[in-house]
């Protein structure tokens, strides 16, 4: 049974740092991109960071960009989202996929998690 269970969200101070992760199985994830994805409550689902197969390059949304990291552990079948200096605005489901191909395209991935819910203070 093909899974991406993500884990790690809680509540932060504004400022604060976070770090979600994203456990796959039940498919060869070492074969697939990674992407992490958000939606906020009434809001479309926003693309936030993406990975190739092997972890040599990464997209990441202008919003995020030298905020948050995307890297994954193909050994442990695992991809991370570090999240540095988070904001309030930065509060959502976030959401792991997996896919052919590194993308801000959230129509590319097939498989995707169950998310995991952010909420930053102010």
């Known amino acids: 049974q093909v899974q991406l269970v993500e884990s790690g969200g809680e509540l932060v101070q504004s400022g604060g740092s976070l770090r979600l992760s994203c456990a796959a199985s039940?498919?060869?994830?070492?074969?697939?991109?990674g992407g992490w994805f958000r939606q906020a409550p009434g809001q479309e689902r926003f693309f936030i960071a993406a990975?190739?197969?092997?972890?040599?390059?990464?997209i990441y949304a202008d919003f995020v960009k030298g905020r948050f990291t995307i890297s994954r552990d193909n050994a442990k079948n695992t991809m991370v989202l570090q999240m540095d200096s988070v904001r309030p605005e930065d509060t959502a489901v976030y959401y792991c996929?997996?896919?052919?191909?590194?993308?801000?395209?959230?129509?590319?991935?097939?498989?995707w998690g169950q998310g995991t819910q952010v909420t930053v203070s102010s």
């Open positions: 996929a997996a896919g052919p191909t590194p993308t801000r395209n959230r129509g590319v991935y097939f498989y």
């Open positions: 039940g498919f060869s994830f070492s074969s697939y991109a």
């Open positions: 990975i190739d197969s092997i972890g040599t390059n990464t």
